[in-house]
Nanobody
Framework: QVQLVESGGGLVQAGGSLRLSCAAS????????MAWFRQAPGKEREFVSG????????HSVDSVKGRFTISRDNAKNTLYLQMNSLQPEDTAVYYC??????????????????WGQGTQVTVSS
């Protein structure tokens, strides 16, 4: 089992920045992929960015490239999402997720086995 706990959400003005953290426990993450998803009211949960823990290889959706950066700290077993130039359309509950890695970093929520409780990010215009 992998337990995930997110933190770092909040209210920020458009153009501002936030850094989300996801503390993982329960398993060594060297054989896992981890990802950030988000879900806005009335919308499906969507993939934002993912990372292969062992290599640091990342994949992000086009809408956040150049603004969001996913990273991990092996010593702290913590996943991060640095979010810059935030826009109102980034408003959502952000979740971290984990799964044992396969050939590629998955971008579909149903392919992840472990989830955090979510953290709210609200961007005001």
């Amino acid at each position: 089992q992998v337990q995930l706990v997110e933190s770092g959400g909040g209210l920020v003005q458009a153009g501002g920045s936030l850094r989300l953290s996801c503390a993982a426990s329960g398993r060594t993450l060297s054989s896992y992929d981890m990802a950030w998803f988000r879900q806005a009211p009335g919308k499906e949960r969507e993939f934002v960015s993912g990372i292969r823990w062992s290599s640091g290889t990342t994949h992000s959706v086009d809408s956040v490239k150049g603004r969001f950066t996913i990273s991990r700290d092996n010593a702290k077993n913590t996943l991060y999402l640095q979010m810059n130039s935030l826009q109102p359309e980034d408003t959502a509950v952000y979740y971290c997720a984990a799964r044992a890695y396969r050939l590629i970093i998955a971008t579909v929520a149903s392919q992840y086995n472990y989830w955090g409780q979510g953290t709210q990010v609200t961007v005001s215009s």
